[in-house]
C-alpha cells in the first residue's frame, strides 16, 4: 500500500484512515473524538502540517488523520502540540495514498455490514468498441498518453476501461460507492485512482482547470425534475477541465441543455450525433474545447 510506504512502515502493518469516505474528510467526525483522546497512542509521526499517523501498540495498528480537505483544523492543532516524528510528502501523493486506503476497505466491504451486489457488472462488447471507436476519432488530437483525465460518474467502470484501453490513466469517481466497489472488485477501476464522492464536492478536492480532460459517460438521465442537480455536477465537474470535455447522454435533447449550459461558461462546444439503429447508450455526445491560449 502507498501509505505504508509514505510512513516508511512495512507492508505487514496496518494503517487505517480514520474517516470511511473523502465526504468525510470535509466534516470530520471521527477524527474530532480521536484528537480529543490521541494521549492513549504510542507512536505519532506528523505528514506534513496537517496529517498524523498514530499507533497504538495495544490494538497494533496505525490510524490516519487528516484535516487537509476540511475548512477546520484539529489535526493541525494537534500536531503543534505534539511531539511527532515528521515525514514529508507532497499532497498529490497523499491524495492517492488516501484514495487507495479507501478502495481498498470498500472493496473488502469494510464499510458494509451486509453486501447484496454479487456476480461481475456487465460491460456489453458492442458498448465497449463504439466507445473506443467514438474516442479515438475525437480525442486525437486534444489528448494524449500523459494527459490528466477525470472521468465523473464512471459507475462500475466501462468507460474508464475504454479510456484505460487508449492509453490514458484516468482518475474515475461516482457517487454510489456500491457500482464503484463492483468495478474495483471486477478490476476494471484502480483502486490508486477511483473514489466515491458527490461530484458537487469535487472543487473542494481539485483546484479549478487542474485536469486536462473531464469527461462522463451516460451522464443523467436528464430531465425537468433533476435539472437543477445535474447542472451542478457539470458546472463543478466542468470547472476542474482546462482544455476538454466530453459528456455523452441519451438523448439530444440533454446533449443540448448541456451545450447551453457550457456556451455561458466559455467553452466552445459541439453536439455531434454518434446514434444507430441498435446502439442505447452515448448516442448523442458533447465536445467542449477551450481556446488554452485565452486563459493563461
Ligand atoms: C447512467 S449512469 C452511467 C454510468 C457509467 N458512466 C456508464 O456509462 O455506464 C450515471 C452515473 O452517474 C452517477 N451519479 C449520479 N449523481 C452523481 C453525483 N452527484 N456525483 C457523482 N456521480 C453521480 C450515478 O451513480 C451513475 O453511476
Known sequence: MLINKMLNLGEEDCVFLAEESLEDLL???????????????DRA?????RSLALYSEAQDLWILLTDLYSESRPVMD???????????????????AIVECLSVSLMEGV???????????????????????????LLEDALDDGSRVLEVGCGSGI??????????NPWAMDIDRCEVCQG???????????????ARLLPRFFSTESFDAVMGFMVGLIDDSNWHIWRDIIVKSSSLARNTVLYTVYSKREAERLADLLANLGWDGRIIDNSSATAVYDQWVYLGCKDISKSQ
Open 27 to 41: 466534516w470530520l467526525p471521527v477524527t474530532r473524538n480521536i484528537v480529543a483522546e490521541a494521549s492513549d497512542f
Open 111 to 137: 464499510f458494509c455490514d451486509n453486501c447484496e451486489e454479487s456476480g461481475v457488472p456487465h460491460y456489453p462488447e458492442d458498448r465497449v468498441s463504439g466507445l473506443e471507436r467514438m474516442l479515438k476519432v
Open 78 to 96: 494537534l500536531i503543534k502540540r505534539m511531539d511527532c516524528e515528521r515525514v514529508d510528502l507532497n499532497a498529490d501523493a497523499l491524495f492517492q
Open 159 to 168: 468507460g474508464t476501461m475504454v479510456l484505460r484501453s487508449l492509453g490514458m
Open 45 to 49: 509521526v506528523a505528514v506534513n502540517e
Open 184 to 198: 474495483l472488485r471486477a478490476g476494471a477501476l484502480d483502486p490508486r485512482r477511483t473514489f466515491v464522492l458527490d
